[in-house]
């Protein structure tokens, strides 16, 4: 008679499967929980220990670390010589093996987990018995998943066996599912001792999407989602309507919404190709959105728009009036549902503006290695302002400045925007000169730049930015400072009369 061993932490599908499996002559061994819900549903079940001669020990923590499951696991039966080692020492052969392992992630996601909680939740035996039975798979069906049920019953029906290839294809699915296990432990332990620079990198995504290409119809792409990661995401956020999110839906859509939670005060947001072309804030969406699209209605077209209130329906009633690819809020009203469903295509998602913030290491592949950084999290509040020009900025230009600064930290550098105290009036993004920047930020605002403030992302190397700042009216500037020339960007907003602001901060984005 062949044999199976099945426990498992997740017991979907599990009394079905041991029920057709002893249908197929299979003999079951199993532990704890899993042989506990077997009995109960009056299925015959070998306990573990009836096999080892050994009790469950330690609170359970050995129990399958023993020469009579791991000779069973391991032993390639096409080898005379292995098979005559089992049958000298009474060891008998295990034929499948369905084992998924200890909650670790759900244990560490619980509220006021404690390290003790955590460190029990870490599976020994079970990793132990999938890696054996994996790098056996010629020998040893594993099984780490219940949606792969189905196909071991199916081959095991028709062909009493299971292809090579099958086995082959579940082996490496234990694979990945044992890696991202530990990686989970692994990110755990390392931030539980604060180490900031592990001489090795961790990580584990699980796959959220297929997506139809890449950036471009040639590139294929996939779409994953951390576990444990922040749930003010995108990767967390609730499609309601709409065709399916495209790769460069998903970028735009999280550029969007990491520049809309930079507001408290309503705000809307609209991004084209990762930058903002319009930023605008209001009493409510609806005004929000008026002052986003006035910022640059062209560039907004086809664009990605994101919200930190409810869409009502009178937001709604705007929004309908212009081709858009996303829309992001936090939630919408029955009458904006009714009156934006109407356009088929348009993609309408929710994300929890409830969710605090957490923010995460932001990770760069390059060609061969990885980069890894802390997210930008900086803001004014963070920063110590210095105002080293003779005129200060007035009440009215501190929150336009403050408004220019939230947006050009998430504009591609070299970047300039222009603005008032509701809304950006123009946007130099992605130069190979600052200079260039501001002439395209001033051109897109034209003659309500007068008036206006300007922000860099960082500073000045020399005057040229201040002087097409004063050509086009500009009162104010805020920018980081810190260049060793910057008494001549000084010097000339003195000779202009125009105020300006040092952060201390820059805010590269490339």
């Not at 969406?285 to 699209?293: G, H, L, P």
């Not at 998430?410 to 190979?432: P, R, W």
């Not at 260049?483 to 003195?494: G, H, N, T, W």
Request: proline share 4%; hydrophobic share 40%; charged share 25%.
């Amino acid at each position: 008679m062949k044999r199976a061993l099945i426990s498992v932490s997740d017991k979907t599908g599990v009394v079905d499967f041991a029920k057709e499996l002893i249908n197929l002559e299979f003999e079951i061994l199993s532990t704890g929980g899993t042989k506990k819900i077997l009995e109960e549903n009056n299925l015959p079940v070998t306990a573990v220990d009836e096999v080892t001669g050994f009790p469950e020990i330690l609170e359970g923590r050995v129990k399958t670390l023993h020469p009579f499951i791991h000779g069973g696991l391991l032993a390639k039966k096409n080898d005379p010589s292995h098979m005559a080692q089992l049958d000298k020492q009474g060891i008998k052969g295990i034929d499948v093996v369905c084992v998924n392992l200890y909650p670790f992630q759900k244990t560490i996601e619980k509220p006021g987990v404690t390290v003790e909680e955590a460190i029990e939740n870490i599976d020994i035996g079970g990793p132990a018995m999938l890696r054996a039975s994996a790098k056996n798979h010629e020998s040893v069906v594993v099984i780490v998943d219940a949606a792969d049920y189905g196909q071991v019953l199916n081959e095991l029906r028709s062909n009493e066996d299971v292809s090579l290839e099958t086995r082959r294809k579940l082996a490496a699915k234990v694979y990945r599912h044992t890696a991202a296990y530990d990686a989970l432990i692994a990110e755990y332990m390392t931030n539980l001792v604060g180490e900031e620079q592990p001489e090795r990198m961790t990580f584990t995504y699980e796959l959220k999407q297929s997506l139809r290409y890449g950036e471009n119809p040639h590139q294929k792409a996939s779409f994953y989602e951390k576990p444990l990661g922040s749930k003010f995401s995108i990767a967390h956020a609730k499609q309601l309507h709409g065709k399916e999110l495209s790769f460069n839906n998903i970028r735009d859509a999280d550029a969007a919404l990491q520049i809309v939670k930079e507001f408290d005060k309503p705000a809307a947001v609209a991004v084209k190709h990762m930058n903002p072309c319009g930023v605008g804030t209001g009493e409510n969406a609806a005004d929000a959105f008026s002052k986003a699209y006035e910022a640059d209605p062209t560039s907004i077209f086809g664009g990605i728009i994101a919200f930190n209130r409810e869409v009502d329906e009178s937001a709604a009633k705007i929004l309908k009036e212009i081709f858009l690819e996303i829309i992001i809020a936090p939630s919408f009203t029955e009458e904006a549902l009714n009156i934006l469903t109407a356009k088929k295509n348009i993609r309408l998602l929710t994300v929890s503006f409830d969710e605090k913030n957490t923010p995460e290491k932001v990770l760069t592949s390059i060609e061969g290695g990885l980069l890894v950084q802390d997210q930008d999290a900086l803001g004014l509040a963070d920063a110590e302002l210095t105002f080293p020009t003779k005129r200060k900025p007035t009440e009215e230009e501190i929150a336009a400045l403050k408004l220019a600064w939230k947006v050009v930290k998430h504009v591609k550098s070299n970047a300039i925007v222009v603005a008032d105290e509701a809304m950006t009036l123009g946007v130099g993004a992605g130069q190979m000169n600052r200079v260039g920047a501001a002439k395209i930020a001033i051109e897109q605002a034209g003659e309500r730049a007068r008036g206006a403030v300007l922000a860099s992302d960082a500073f000045f190397p020399m005057s040229d930015t201040v002087e097409e700042a004063a050509k086009a009216g500009i009162t104010a500037i805020i920018q980081p400072g810190g260049s060793i020339r910057d008494e001549d960007s000084i010097k000339a907003a003195d000779e202009h009369g125009i105020a300006m602001v040092f952060t201390g901060v820059r805010h590269f984005k490339h």
